[in-house]
């Protein structure tokens, strides 16, 4: 607790200082730095500082944003859910390959880890029988990486889909399902029952 609030205090005596320091930067220029020996001289120096201005617009945005930051609270976690979990391929090698499905495997929550080869690399589904996932191949490469998700999602069940990159290892406790998320199939009664989040991820962290 005490790290979060000397966090909180650290980045907004940052953002403070930064906007001080860019409220001066402005006024230094407007006052002492146009160039006003002829039209096309002045002209440059205004359209600089238009420019200028605008970027420390977008800069002073962006320091709303993260002047309050919360975490969302920590939602219940739903037991007995089926959780599917796509790595989708197409020529990387095995070697990277290894280290991202072993890294599925290894996750806490029960679920079902799919590598999705485009490929169709027989030392791929070696890996993938050696390792113990499930291995989806199709017979060509429409519509590329969304064909091959498409492929996935009309022979598997789960009403959790994970999709991971190549590469990214996640931890064990990088994915429960909550109530925040609606299942991924959409069904008579809930047609409206599929959703999609988009989550970055820092390779080596337990978290996104």
């Not at 001080?20 to 500082?49: E, K, M």
């Not at 993260?66 to 599917?84: A, F, H, I, M, T």
């Not at 069904?187 to 599929?194: G, I």
Request: glycine share 4%.
């Amino acid at each position: 607790m005490a790290n979060i609030v000397l966090s909180t205090l650290t980045r907004k005596f940052l953002i403070l200082f930064a906007f001080v320091v860019c409220v001066f930067y402005l006024a230094y220029r407007a006052l002492f730095t146009f160039n006003d020996t002829g039209p096309y001289a002045l002209t440059a120096s205004i359209a600089l500082y238009i420019a200028e201005c605008f970027g420390i617009f977008n800069l002073f945005l962006f320091f709303i944003q993260v002047w309050d930051v919360k975490e969302p609270p920590v939602q219940p976690v739903l037991e007995g859910r089926s959780v599917d979990l796509f790595v989708p391929t197409y020529n990387e090698e095995p070697s990277l390959l290894r280290a991202t499905l072993e890294a599925c495997v290894r996750m806490d929550y029960p679920h079902k880890t799919y590598v999705l080869d485009d490929g169709r690399r027989p030392e791929v589904e070696a890996l993938a029988r050696e390792l113990g996932v499930n291995y989806i191949a199709r017979l060509d490469n429409r519509h590329f990486k969304a064909g091959n998700l498409n492929n996935a999602f009309e022979r598997t069940d789960g009403e959790f889909v994970i999709v991971l990159r190549r590469g990214p290892c996640a931890g064990t406790t990088f994915y429960y399902p909550t109530d925040r998320l609606l299942p991924r199939r959409p069904t008579r009664l809930r047609p409206d029952a599929a959703r999609l989040l988009q989550l970055r991820f820092v390779p080596g962290s337990a978290r996104p």
